[in-house]
């Protein structure tokens, strides 16, 4: 049961971390990219869609199997020390790698002129897929 | 701490009680791919979780835990 679960959490947070970046990534690039030709654009936004719906029926998934989980004796034995420093460890190189975008943005700030919401959204990307993935590699079996 | 490597014996007192690390996982109250990584040396166990493998082993922690000079 509890290597079921504990499985059954990685693939989701797989399918979080691919469904996550395929949707986001569409939707920063289709802001960035003004695409003439109507087929590349009706294809990104199929793509950013097929990204957006597994993000949310994982996450969904997710946030079911988390409270199961919260609620159940097998707590102590998913969310043990490793489990809970792996999680922190994915959270700071998320934080790090977020520290590094805005840096990286400030620097190009001062040779050009970037949108404030691109910058924005570039950041939360980065941000959050890094600390996804950190995530599937600290718990890769 | 750089010049120094901890060392374990879980995996060879697994083999004399001849248990599997799902086994060993279930007896004590963690994952399967925690005592793996205790194994490999990956993650260092809390002295909480080191005292409960000792137990269970029925040895000492020094004994399953060493500390060496790399």
Known sequence: MIEQLDKARYNLLKWLTIGWGIWFGSYILGDLIHYEVILIDLFSSLVGLTGFVFFIVNLQRYIRLSSKVKYSCLNGALNNEMHLLYKYKSAYIGFKVLLATIVLFFILSLFNQIPAKAVCEITIYCGVLSSLIAGLIYNRD | ?70
């Open chain 2, 1 to 70: 701490m750089e010049n120094q490597e901890l060392i374990n014996q879980i995996k060879v007192q697994r083999a004399m009680k001849n248990i599997t690390q799902e086994e060993l996982a279930s007896h004590i109250g963690v994952t399967r791919k925690t005592i793996n990584t205790i194994e490999t040396g990956k993650f260092v166990p809390s002295t909480i979780l080191a005292i409960k493998l000792a137990r269970f082993f029925d040895i000492k922690v020094e004994e399953l835990f060493t500390l060496i000079e790399k």
